[in-house]
């Protein structure tokens, strides 16, 4: 099976890496399918891992919020455990 050479258009077999014609490098479709797919699956890589990190800033955030919530809790019933404790 040939294929067109992208520089000469002259005919190559499918299997030669460059053209016996001008020896230009032949474009190789396997390769070309294997790039493409590695590309994709990097794509989605980076589409999941840019979901995760904002999922992991809004669990960073609310873990922020509930520390100074229970840190304001836990010291105004410290703060009334000893004004109880001075009336007694």
């Known amino acids: ?6 520089t000469c258009n002259s005919e190559v077999d499918i299997s030669s890496d460059y053209c016996t014609k001008c020896k230009s490098e032949m474009p190789n479709p396997t390769k070309s399918f294997v790039y493409d797919q590695l590309f994709e699956l990097m794509k989605a890589e980076n589409e999941a891992r840019l979901h995760l990190d904002s999922k992991a800033g809004t669990y960073i955030g ?16 410290t703060l009334d455990n000893i004004k109880l404790l001075k009336t007694l």
């Open 1 to 6: 099976m040939n294929i067109k050479c992208p």
């Open 62 to 77: 609310l873990l922020g919020i509930s520390a100074t919530v229970f840190g304001a809790l836990g010291s105004l019933l």
